[in-house]
């Protein structure tokens, strides 16, 4: 199976920061790197797919970019509804997989 | 506008089974797969395995083999998802989630509300 790692595991940021996430793969992926945003208590929210497609709806603060095994995940300019815990996912080779996750916690 | 609703939250003691049922709406039930992703507390998330609705083929996480059947009834637009032998390790919220591209390996663009499913004696 394809392990997926993040880093920061937890990052602490004011509203108005830029924050990037890095996701990595063991192996390639091509593109086929997702994005999601979970709530506490709430179901996962798809955010990008394909490593930089934005899903409809999603603001245009949150960007995703790379190809291969390093991927990453920016949001622009925090907003107060941005904290969250993001995951990555490769849906490239079965099984499924995803990251263990990154916490976005006020700062 | 698609929703996939979810039945409620279970407590089951150990070595029972539990069956979660998922109701698709808003969008052609057969034309998309449905996989099942559990988290457990305070942990991340884990893909258990995914059912085409189109001819019902499966593919489940290997370690689940064996105690895990997935099931759609297509009249009601439904997906299930039956656990056994369920231990005290199995306690997790347990969500679907219909599959974007109708593949096996898969990305999922809506979730269910989850099902919260407890395991303990």
């Known amino acids: 199976d394809i392990q997926m790692t993040q880093s920061p595991s937890s990052v602490s940021a004011f509203v108005g920061d830029r924050v990037t996430i890095t996701c990595r793969a063991t192996?390639?992926?091509?593109?086929?790197l997702v994005w999601y945003q979970q709530k506490p208590g709430k179901a996962p929210k798809l955010l990008i797919y394909a490593a930089s497609i934005l899903q409809s709806g999603v603001p245009s603060r949150f960007s995703g970019s790379g190809a291969g095994t390093d991927f990453t995940l920016t949001i622009s300019s925090l907003q107060p509804e941005d904290f969250a815990t993001y995951y990555c996912q490769q849906a490239n080779s079965f099984p499924p997989t995803f990251g263990p996750g990154t916490k976005v916690h006020i700062k | 506008q698609v929703q996939l609703v979810q039945s409620g939250a279970e407590v089951k003691k150990p070595g029972a089974s539990v069956k979660v049922s998922c109701k698709a709406s808003g969008y052609t039930f057969s034309s998309y797969g449905i996989n099942w992703v559990r988290q457990a507390p305070g942990q991340g998330l884990e893909w258990m395995g995914w059912i085409s609705v189109y001819n019902g083929n499966t593919n489940y996480e290997q370690k689940l083999q064996g105690r895990i059947t997935m099931t759609t009834d297509r009249s009601t637009s439904t997906a299930y998802m039956e656990l056994r032998s369920l231990r005290s390790d199995d306690t997790a919220v347990y969500y679907c989630a219909r599959g974007a591209r109708a593949l096996a390996t898969d990305y999922f663009d809506y979730w269910g509300q989850g099902t919260l499913v407890t395991v303990s004696s």
């Open positions: 192996q390639g992926i091509s593109n086929w």
